[in-house]
């Protein structure tokens, strides 16, 4: 019996069945009486966005890998599904999600990992998690229950609204089901501690960015600059005795990605600065943590938002407050281009704006 055939003759798959209609009938009563939604897994990426009032829309029962084949390195899973039941079934295999997305004490669900699109310290070396995202299934501002994309990396013709999914939010409507490709585990790996300063970090990074050098790990803490290497053993060998540098605890890259490091237990609201490739160190008000070779720049600070969303442009780049409360605009606001752009997306797929308003921006 194949994987597929297995996992899709697991119990619960009536219960899952119902649940999705289930979404879909609460979705038609919205519509029918104009109530917005609020769509909600395991409310662990609560902290990101706007405050959204509306009628409470759970997805935590629509759960159930609905099919995996390890051999295609293709799995289809329900969005109530635990990110850390979907991981543990793919290590099962010796496969993962190369992106790391964080599973938050466990509360993550992959509809909200989808939603949210947030990815772990792999994210510059393997992609974002869009760039896994093969196909969904939404439940639409009109009612319906849509199939968009498909199973196979290739069917990505025309406009992709599966990986459009990918950072919306909940915008754009109810995500019940997605198939994503997965990757083999690494064969092994090593973990580097570099005591060097700040700017030669970064000029490093840009060196051996340069070089086939197995990095799959870059993050400048405490004054050091930690490195994971992840490969074949040849090759990671080889780049260890190339870069040097003394042994750093695997587990530290957990701890960055459930925000864990003793970084974020300050009490000053958390910012997250992305900024283009190579952007070279700069002042900034507050304490920071380089990640992704210096492309993520975590920062603790009292500074006024428009402050740290001016500085973030000025750098090519943008900033998002990572502290409920702190602003209205926790997104960086958008140029006007942009802003019609969401408006008319906005209008198409939920045109009486129930689903998740102004969850990143006013009128959204």
């Not at 597929?4 to 119902?18: I, K, S």
């Not at 428009?306 to 090519?316: C, D, V, W």
């Not at 198409?348 to 102004?358: A, C, E, M, V």
């Amino acid at each position: 019996m194949s994987a597929t055939q297995e996992t899709a003759q697991r119990p619960g798959d009536r219960a899952a069945t119902t649940s999705e209609e289930a979404l879909l009938e609460q979705v038609r009563s919205a519509l029918d009486s104009k109530t917005p939604l609020r769509i909600q897994g395991g409310n662990s990426k609560a902290f990101l966005g706007r405050a959204v009032a509306g009628q409470l829309l759970e997805t935590r029962e629509h759960t159930g890998i609905v099919s995996y084949d390890p051999t295609e390195l293709v799995v289809t899973v329900r969005t109530g599904t635990p990110v850390t039941e979907l991981l543990a079934i793919l290590e099962e295999q010796g496969q993962t999600l190369p992106c790391e997305p964080p599973v938050f004490n466990g509360q993550a669900t992959v509809g909200g990992m989808l939603a949210s699109g947030l990815a772990g310290p792999r994210r510059p070396w393997v992609g974002s998690l869009r760039d896994f995202v093969l196909g969904t299934r939404v439940i639409t501002g009109q009612g319906r229950l849509l199939r968009f994309g498909g199973e196979v990396m290739k069917n990505v013709a025309g406009y992709d609204l599966s990986r459009l999914m990918a950072g919306s939010f909940g915008l754009l409507g109810v995500i019940t089901e997605v198939s994503m490709k997965v990757l083999p585990k690494p064969v092994t790996s090593a973990h580097l501690d570099l005591d060097i300063p700040a700017e030669k970090a970064l000029q490093k990074l840009a060196e051996w960015g340069q070089q086939p050098l197995p990095i799959t790990g870059a993050c400048y803490a405490d004054g050091l600059l930690k490195l994971r290497l992840e490969g074949g053993e040849g090759s990671v060998q080889a780049a260890m005795d190339y870069i040097g540098g003394e042994p750093l605890e695997a587990g530290f890259w957990e701890k960055l990605n459930e925000r864990q490091l003793d970084f974020f237990a300050d009490e000053r609201p958390l910012w997250r600065l992305s900024l283009p490739t190579n952007t070279p160190l700069v002042e900034l008000p507050g304490d920071a943590l380089l990640d992704w070779g210096g492309c993520q720049r975590w920062l603790k600070t009292e500074a006024p938002a428009e402050e740290l969303q001016k500085l973030a442009l000025s750098l090519g780049g943008h900033a998002t407050c990572q502290t409920p409360g702190i602003t209205d605009s926790p997104f960086q606001p958008l140029t006007p281009l942009l802003a019609y752009y969401h408006r008319q997306l906005k209008a198409q797929l939920d045109p009486q704006g129930i689903f998740n308003p102004g969850r990143t921006y006013p009128g959204l």
